[in-house]
């Protein structure tokens, strides 16, 4: 198994620009989830999906992001406008099931995002 | 205020030493992880720990859960160059709530 993919790996764009990160899970797994992290304020889980659907978005931080998942196997995290405060390595991860217990979270090798 | 409190931030230390990282909180969770994250990549689940007390080994990694299910802690026993990476906890304060991670412990082990 490949795990789960991200693209780009690496993102520098300028402030206002549109930025599209992108993720395919591990085959097979139900949720997906993206992470954002910086030496700040750490690892923070931004939105997580079940079955294609989201079901928690409360840690987007503002309109700015948004996220979808139109089929299994696919995940974009959009940022637009971006700005300098959206520097960050983000993280997409799967798991087979919700449970923290049982379900272990595979990440990817994440996204460095740079905005000028 | 971060939920999950590590220490300590950056350890540095020789080949051959042991070392104990910790991960506080005044919150009660119900399950506790602990991840190695090495650069450029993201992180491994290393051990879950869900009963107060509970203790893990893992080769040469021993993690524990305080009887109160408020902290944790990961002693390494000589410690070798493999084992430098950014050492996170992470927790769940009641089934069905999100994963809340703690900003790590970077560790660096110089032969």
């Known amino acids: 198994d490949a795990g789960v993919i991200q693209s780009p790996r690496h993102e520098v764009t300028e402030m206002g620009q549109e930025v599209t990160l992108r993720c395919k899970p591990i085959?097979?797994?139900?949720?997906l989830f993206w992470y954002r992290q910086t030496m700040m304020r750490g690892l923070e889980l931004l939105i997580y999906?079940?079955?294609?659907?989201?079901?928690?978005d409360s840690g987007m931080p503002e309109d700015r992001f948004s996220a979808k998942m139109p089929n299994a196997s696919f995940s974009t995290l959009k940022i637009q406008p971006s700005e300098p405060r959206d520097s960050a390595v983000y993280f997409c991860?799967?798991?087979?099931?919700?449970?923290?217990?049982?379900?272990?979270?595979?990440f990817g090798p994440g996204t460095r995002l740079t905005v000028l | 205020t971060q939920l999950l409190e590590q220490s300590p931030q950056f350890l540095s230390i020789q080949e051959g030493e042991n070392l104990t990282v910790y991960c506080n909180s005044s919150s009660v969770f119900s399950s506790l992880q602990w991840y190695r994250q090495e650069p450029g990549e993201g992180p491994v689940l290393l051990v879950t720990?869900?009963?107060?007390?509970e203790v893990k080994k893992l080769k040469r990694l021993t993690f524990q859960f305080g009887d109160a299910r408020k902290d944790s802690s990961l002693h390494i026993t000589a410690a070798q160059p493999g084992d430098t990476g950014l050492y996170l906890c992470?927790?769940?304060?009641?089934?069905?709530?999100?994963?809340?991670f703690g900003k790590g412990t970077t560790l660096s082990v110089s032969s």
């Open positions: 085959s097979g797994h139900d949720y």
């Open positions: 720990v869900v009963t107060g007390g």
């Open positions: 991860a799967s798991s087979l099931g919700s449970s923290q217990t049982t379900d272990t979270q595979y």
């Open positions: 999906f079940n079955n294609n659907v989201p079901i928690d």
């Open positions: 992470a927790g769940v304060e009641q089934a069905g709530t999100a994963l809340i």
